[in-house]
Each structure stands twice: as C-alpha cells, then as structure tokens.
T-cell receptor
Framework: DAGVIQSPRHEVTEMGQEVTLRCKPI?????LFWYRQTMMRGLELLIY????????DSGMPEDRFSAKMPNASFSTLKIQPSEPRDSAVYFC?????????????FGDGTRLSIL | GESVGLHLPTLSVQEGDNSIINCAYS??????FIWYKQESGKGPQFIID?????DKRQGQRVTVLLNKTVKHLSLQIAATQPGDSAVYFC??????????????FGQGTILTVHP
C-alpha cells in the first residue's frame, strides 16, 4: 500500500525564491498535517487540515508560509520569499479521521536548504 | 559560531539484548500515546500506541508501558537487532478521542545497536 508521498525529496534554492512542497496523503485519510523538523526545535506542527479545510494553522511561522489542500489527495506548503532560517526537513502526515486517538502516518519528508 | 541544538539522550546496546527507552510526558490530561521510530533520511514510522485506559500493550517484539501516576511512558524492545538503530520519539495527545488534539512530540532518544 502506498504511504504518504512527498516531493521533492530534496530542494536547494537561494534565499528570496519561492519554494513549493507537495504531499499526497494516504488514500481514504481525511486529515493531513504539515510538520517541520530541525535540530534546534525538534518536530513542530505547522498546520492541520480536516476534509480539506485548515483547522489549526497556529504553528505557521509567519505570513511567508502558506498551505493549501485543493482536494483530498493533494496538499502544498509554500514559502515565499524563502530565508536561510527556513532550512529544515518538512514532513507531511495523514490520519484516517483526525480524531485524537489515531496514529498519524508520515512521509519521508522534503529536506530544504535555503542558501 | 557554535551551533546549539537538542542534545538527545542516547542508548547503546548489544545485539540480542533487550532495550528500554523512557519518556516523561507533560500533560496529565493526555489520553493517547504513540511511539515512533525515525531512521536517517526517513520520516517517523508508527510503532505502537496505547490509550490511557491501559497500562500495557504488546506488539511484535515491542511492549509499551504507561504509568499515569508519574506521567511516564516506556518502550521495551526485545532481542534488539542492528536494524532497530534509530531515533525513537514518544508523542502524546489529549483530544479525548472525540476531537482533534495536537500530537506533542518528545525530543527523541538515539538507540544504537552494536553487532
């Protein structure tokens, strides 16, 4: 069975450029989560979608970050303009319903480097 | 300058030994707990979960113990193998099983298995 699929796996770009990260959740899952992982702060939740609707975006660092989920099988996380401090591994996860007692299943992440 | 990051606890064991990884959680209202395994270059992988109405749950070669009195969670791995080498994260959720609750992740423990 296909798990959560993220692309690209690696992205290197110069500061000021727009970066778009993509995620395909597990088929049938209606909740999707974007996380950021760094050595300094560990794993942080950025935003949570349920049935394609953003429910909690309190973890989005600032207005340079935006996320969309146009349909049940696709989501994007965009950074514009990018800055070196945005360098991190970004993970997408999905769960069947999003209620609190179900595990989230993670993709293998996008390693983002902003020069 | 010197970079400062999370200093993860480490555990080194010999192949074939049993491993115990510990986690102290913060919220006494948390009612659902998960252990994840993260290998280098990959996303967190679900291992086992436990609800707060249980104090022990067993999987294949793994056992999770929950002590709500002292807010402590542990993961026991039997007959540890080199392939078990990874970073292990505990996560807690206090949604009550009825609504969305954020997963709060621990800082992680590095497990190294020596052949």
């Amino acid at each position: 069975d296909a798990g959560v699929i993220q692309s690209p796996r690696h992205e290197v770009t110069e500061m000021g450029q727009e970066v778009t990260l993509r995620c395909k959740p597990i088929s049938g899952h209606n909740s999707l989560f974007w996380y950021r992982q760094t050595m300094m702060r560990g794993l942080e939740l950025l935003i949570y979608f349920n049935n394609n609707v953003p429910i909690d975006d309190s973890g989005m660092p600032e207005d340079r970050f935006s996320a969309k989920m146009p349909n049940a099988s696709f989501s994007t996380l965009k950074i514009q303009p990018s800055e070196p401090r945005d360098s991190a591994v970004y993970f997408c996860a999905s769960s069947p319903t999003g209620i609190g007692n179900q595990p989230q299943h993670f993709g293998d992440g996008t390693r983002l480097s902003i020069l | 300058g010197e970079s400062v990051g999370l200093h993860l606890p480490t555990l080194s064991v010999q192949e074939g030994d049993n491993s115990i990884i510990n986690c102290a959680y913060s919220n006494s209202a948390s009612d659902y707990f998960i252990w994840y395994k993260q290998e280098s270059g990959k996303g967190p992988q679900f291992i086992i979960d436990i609800r707060s109405n249980m104090d022990k749950r067993q999987g294949q070669r793994v056992t999770v113990l929950l002590n709500k009195t002292v807010k402590h969670l542990s993961l026991q791995i039997a007959a540890t193998q080199p392939g078990d080498s990874a970073v292990y994260f505990c996560a807690e959720n206090n949604a009550g099983g009825t609504s969305y609750g954020k997963l709060t992740f621990g800082q992680g423990t590095i497990l190294t298995v020596h052949p």
